[in-house]
């Protein structure tokens, strides 16, 4: 339980952070090359692309995996 809070934690965090990156390269970053901004935008977005495929397998509901008993072979 205490895990998957952090996880979630972590998560949003780097969510939330990944559209701040690319919040201020757009609007505050005017002095600085249109390759510099490109470089940047990809970044966050790939924060903000890797914070949406965690949440998505977050909360994809996962069961634990069938283990087979085996019959104990008798001689």
């Given at each position: 339980m205490?895990?998957?809070?952090?996880?979630?934690?972590a998560t949003t965090l780097v969510g939330v952070f990944g559209v701040l990156w690319v919040g201020v390269v757009v609007f505050a970053a005017t002095d600085v090359s249109?390759?510099?901004r490109i470089g940047q935008?990809?970044?966050g977005s790939i924060l903000t692309g890797w914070a949406l495929y965690k949440a998505v397998l977050l909360l994809r509901h996962t069961e634990?995996?069938?283990?087979?008993r085996h019959r104990r072979v008798r001689g």
């Open positions: 205490w895990q998957q809070g952090m996880n979630w934690a249109i390759w510099a935008t990809a970044f634990p995996k069938f283990a087979p």
